[in-house]
């Protein structure tokens, strides 16, 4: 078992570093010595810095944290603004993959389901009813509510 002193000291030129000694007298008799020097600029003027707990201590030397600054009320708006911008971009997206069926929607997609029609992406518009009938059969359908702004014809 190594039992070592730590202490925390600093030379005249503000270099902070740690001493290990073999106990409190050790340190005395290389101090009372000079015999300690500075490992960053061997200045042998060192003295002792108050001993602290570890885990202050280098909280102490370590930057102070940012304190988390409360969300300002504009930035909610932003988000927003944000978020729309890509709901409007995968919105666009499904438009440009998809083949608008209008209304007949819940017969093309049980037409693709038992493969009578070509299987492709399909969009339109289907009544609550249908939609569960579709369910009902195992024909899943994602219920997407589309921007106005895409419901035209593209370009
Ligand atoms: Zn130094």
């Not at 570890?54 to 409360?70: D, E, K, T, Y």
């Not at 993959?97 to 038992?114: P, S």
Request: glycine share 6%; aromatic share 6%.
């Amino acid at each position: 078992m190594v039992d070592m002193k730590v202490f925390d000291l600093c030379c005249g030129n503000d270099h902070r570093f740690e001493g290990w000694f073999g106990s409190e007298a050790d340190y005395d008799h290389q101090m009372a010595a000079s015999l300690i020097e500075c490992p960053l600029c061997a200045s042998r003027d060192i003295r002792r810095l108050p001993s602290a707990p570890r885990l202050n201590l280098s909280q102490a030397s370590a930057p102070a944290p940012v304190a988390p600054q409360p969300q300002p009320v504009a930035r909610a708006g932003e988000a927003r603004a944000q978020l729309q911008e890509l709901w409007m971009q995968m919105a666009r997206r499904i438009v440009e993959n998809t083949e608008d069926v209008g209304t007949r929607f819940a017969e093309e997609a049980r037409k693709i389901h038992y493969q009578e029609a070509e299987e492709r992406a399909i969009r339109g518009v289907a009544t609550a009813e249908e939609t569960a009938a579709l369910a009902d059969e195992g024909i899943e359908v994602l219920s997407l509510p589309l921007p106005p702004a895409l419901k035209g014809p593209l370009q």
